[in-house]
């Protein structure tokens, strides 16, 4: 993959406005490979170009800068929610970030920033499920089916890292992440071999009127 920089790095220099960002962040998952961290500081100086530029959200521009290890500790004092949020992910080991992340987990993101950065930053960083239970349950009851790996799929799997069973009965936190999937109509496709892995993963039936019954 490391071959392919030179040409997406290319191809964001002289990209439309409207693509700029889609192919900003395909460069910066190339750029973070150990073998590549010579080249990081250009590719941030462009970042930063096409940032000044407005061609997109501030917000997704800000992520890529942060997923290179530009330094955005500056940015989380900043009054615009959809700047200081990009930082926290950034920092996650500064407790003004990790207040950001986990207040940010119960809202959809800003546009340019992706739900399951948030998603993943809120499990690393919140010392059990309980912590972000609240939250939880609004993400599985927005998420679409897709969510099944690093949405709603992502907080099941943490919500329940050992299967439901007999002896192992739901406490109330989970229960109510499980009231929320019952709630969400994308996720209960019986042919939806994703989804149902999930709910099997976590000892969960993948029936809708069984898990409502269990989250009574």
């Known amino acids: 993959m490391a071959q392919a920089y030179p040409v997406v790095l290319s191809l964001l220099a002289a990209s439309p406005p409207d693509r700029a960002l ?3 962040e395909n460069l910066v998952a190339i750029a973070r490979m ?15 170009e096409w ?23 500056d940015r989380l004092i900043d009054p615009d929610p959809a700047v200081r949020l990009p930082a926290a992910l950034a920092h996650e ?23 399951f950065a948030l998603v993943a930053a809120a499990i ?8 972000i239970a609240t939250a939880a349950c ?11 790996d ?37 996720l209960w ?5 994703s989804c149902g892995l999930v709910f099997t993963q976590a000892g969960l039936p993948h029936n809708r009127s069984a898990c409502r019954r269990l989250a009574r």
């Not at 150990?34 to 930063?48: D, N």
């Not at 500064?94 to 940010?104: F, K």
């Not at 949405?151 to 109330?172: D, M, Q, S």
């Open 189 to 193: 496709d019986p042919t939806n071999g």
């Open 124 to 131: 690393r960083i919140a010392t059990d499920f309980g912590e």
């Open 34 to 48: 150990p073998s590549l961290a010579g080249r990081r500081e250009e590719l941030a100086a462009l970042l930063l």
């Open 150 to 186: 690093d949405g709603w799929g992502a907080l099941v799997r943490f919500a329940l890292p050992k299967p439901h069973g007999t002896h192992r009965p739901l406490t109330e936190p989970q229960r109510a992440l499980v009231r929320a999937l019952v709630n969400n109509d994308e």
């Open 22 to 24: 889609f192919r900003a």
């Open 93 to 115: 080991d500064d407790p003004r970030a990790r207040e950001l992340i986990l207040t940010a987990l119960a809202e959809p993101p800003p546009s340019g920033l992706h739900q």
């Open 51 to 73: 940032s000044d530029r407005g061609a997109g959200p501030q917000t997704g521009w800000l992520y890529c800068l942060g997923q290179l290890g530009f330094d955005l500790r």
């Open 138 to 148: 609004r993400v599985a009851g927005r998420d679409s089916w897709t969510g099944f």
